[in-house]
């Protein structure tokens, strides 16, 4: 092995394990040169506690501030669970203690201030405060590609150093920091309210963004002009795609985030349930936010996450019409839509036309999925006849046409799905309907206090959900097991 060239031994570590990759690096100076950078090319904190991560967190910090070229081989980060953004804790692990000297240079060269250089680094005596240590390790991480972090609730330094990333504010003028940083996923539990979008809002000033996804982001109280989302620059972000799921923003924050993207791709929308945020949500804001992207957007989904809480819980106060056209959107291919946003909230099956899709759809479409068509099945398969016979005349891309329930509701309507099944298969058109079932049984029943979403399984991400993320720990992105209609026989 001393005789290879370092180009081969790199190759042979590639095909080896990260406990193997450690051996390795013990061995002598040339092998751990070249697999460190692969042992620390992902980093992954979790932990179902604190403590875990306190124990590593500070640590590891103080080694990438003495060895930067570790820092620079970091591309992938998860950060499960949340760190912790309180001075005070319940359980005090340590008493407080100076900085180490590493963290006490960082945090002198980076403040803005007198005044913030003091108080940080008072803070960095509290070995449990973690929001403060965590902006100077991310400050390292020139080469990070993704990131997977679950932000807690009031970040203080993190939130606020970020920011001056993302500006290129001193002393971030002149670094490299997160400027290769593609796609991050930003997880919040559902133990809390949701996370204020300030917090994410660092996330569009990325220079090199592409894939966002949000989790439990809510509007809370009146939007402030004064807002970092709200001064988020027009037309700046590369973000491409968007995801926000149980998500809910009034209808300012919306518009906002999408005005400061420049050209968006695909954007899936679950609007959360009225716990989230005390926002209501207003289609029009929607719409308008969306017609900035008709020249690109190719992919839409829209839905609300659960119909019941939307009827019963009584601080809901939507305003969700009936979509009027999508036909300027000339670069729209797929569409999901809920049936409230395709028929409006409170719609009367007497004022819902047979040729709403026909009228709103762009003529290039190519897949439509309805979702939660247990709310007004006759209205919807109506559309559907109606939308099958424009094929050849008018949607002649059209390839697919999939409706999703809720409920076994769809049952009595089993005849005449079998004929929009025919229908559809003369004019080259895959139709499916599925509707939700109780989960296969496991081979072991599990203790009821010890389920948790992971055991149930929890969906991916992405339009077409083939993104994988670690698991948000939320009952609300639970996978729900659906059963398929045999409409063949």
């Known amino acids: 092995m001393a005789k290879l060239p370092p180009e081969t031994i790199s190759l042979i570590f590639d095909h080896a394990c990260r406990s193997t990759l450690l051996n390795l690096s013990l061995c002598n100076r040339q092998f751990y040169e070249i ?28 080694l990438l501030l003495r060895k930067p070229w570790i820092a620079r081989s970091i591309q992938h980060l998860s950060l499960r669970s949340a760190w912790e953004d309180s001075r005070e804790r319940p359980v005090v692990y340590e008493e407080p203690r100076e900085p180490e000297p590493e963290i006490r240079k960082a945090i002198e060269d980076t403040a803005y201030s007198v005044e913030e250089k003091r108080e940080w680094l008072k803070d960095a005596r509290l070995p449990v405060f973690e929001d403060c ?10 080469n990070l590609q993704t990131l997977d972090v679950e932000i807690p609730v009031s970040p203080t330094y993190v939130a606020r150093q970020l920011e001056r990333v993302g500006r290129k504010e001193h002393p971030y003028d002149h670094n490299p920091t997160l400027q290769n940083l593609h796609s991050v996923m930003s997880a919040h539990p559902d133990n809390k309210y949701g996370l204020d979008p300030e917090n994410v809002s660092w996330i ?47 209808g300012k924050h919306f ?38 992207h008709k020249k690109t957007l190719r992919d839409l989904r829209l839905e609300y996450l659960d119909h019941h809480l939307l009827k019963v819980v009584p601080s809901i106060d939507d305003e969700t019409s009936a979509i009027q056209s999508l036909r300027e959107f000339e670069a729209l291919r797929r569409v999901e839509l809920d049936t409230f946003f ?32 247990e709310e007004d099945p006759e209205a919807i398969l109506s559309n559907i006849e109606v939308l ?44 499916e309907v599925a509707h939700t079932v109780a989960p296969p049984p496991s081979d072991e029943e599990p203790d009821d206090d010890d389920t948790t979403p992971e055991d149930l399984g929890e969906r991916k991400w992405g339009f077409d959900e083939d993104v994988e993320w670690r698991g948000c720990s939320s009952l609300c992105n639970q996978r729900t097991h659906y059963e398929a209609y045999d409409l063949s026989c």
């Open 35 to 62: 697999a460190i950078p692969k042992l620390y090319k992902t980093v992954d904190f979790h932990c179902d506690g604190l403590q875990t991560a306190i124990i590593g967190f500070r640590p590891l910090t103080c």
């Open 133 to 142: 240590i965590m902006p100077l390790f991310l400050a390292q991480l020139t």
């Open 255 to 292: 518009t906002n985030l999408l005005q400061c993207c420049e050209q968006l791709e695909t954007l899936c929308y679950e609007i959360g349930d009225g716990y989230l945020s005390s926002a209501s949500n207003d289609w029009s804001a929607i719409y308008d936010a969306l017609a900035l």
């Open 204 to 250: 569009f000033r990325m220079p090199s963004i592409r894939q966002v996804y949000l989790h439990r982001i809510g509007t809370f109280g009146d939007t402030n002009d004064e807002d970092e989302w709200v001064q988020l620059p027009k037309g700046t972000s590369t973000c491409k795609l968007l995801e926000m799921r149980d998500c809910k923003l009034s």
């Open 388 to 431: 099958l016979q424009q094929k050849r005349a008018k949607f002649t891309e059209l390839e697919k046409v999939f409706i999703r329930s809720e409920a076994d509701s769809l049952d009595e309507y089993r005849d005449r799905l079998k004929t929009l099944y025919s229908q559809a298969e003369s004019v080259s058109v895959q139709f």
């Open 342 to 373: 395709l028929f409006g909230f409170d719609s009367d099956d007497d004022e819902i036309s047979n040729d709403h899709l026909v009228r709103i759809l762009p003529a290039q479409i190519v897949h439509i999925k309805i979702t939660h068509a």
